[in-house]
């Protein structure tokens, strides 16, 4: 069973950063691409990014492009994102996936 649960969430001013964790377990994580998804009061989900299972393709959306960075520990079955110069626009739960799968995600908000 495929498992994912994200921390790192908070409370953070404009410009501020923040860096998410999902801890996966229940498959072989070194083979799976893993995303990062977001959502926003009241609106879609929204893909924000992915990493190949060996760690050596990225991709972003461009609406956080050059500010956040996606990266994992295939060692520890961990995925991060590393999220810098953070806008309200940002404040969203996120959401670490594999497929259709997601955690219960992490509240992160931007706000002065």
């Known amino acids: 069973e495929v498992q994912l649960v994200e921390s790192g969430g908070g409370l953070v001013q404009p410009g501020g950063s923040l860096t998410l964790s999902c801890a996966a377990s229940g498959f072989t994580f070194s083979y799976a691409d893993m995303n990062w998804v977001r959502q926003a009061p009241g609106k879609a989900l929204e893909w924000v990014a992915v990493?190949?299972?060996?760690?050596?393709?990225?991709s972003y959306a461009d609406s956080i492009k050059g500010r956040f960075r996606i990266s994992r520990d295939n060692a520890k079955n961990m995925l991060y994102l590393q999220m810098n110069s953070l806008e309200p626009d940002d404040t969203a739960m996120y959401y670490c996936?594999?497929?259709?799968?997601r955690g219960q995600g992490t509240q992160v908000t931007v706000s002065s």
């Open positions: 996936s594999k497929g259709s799968s």
């Open positions: 990493i190949s299972g060996a760690g050596t393709s990225t």
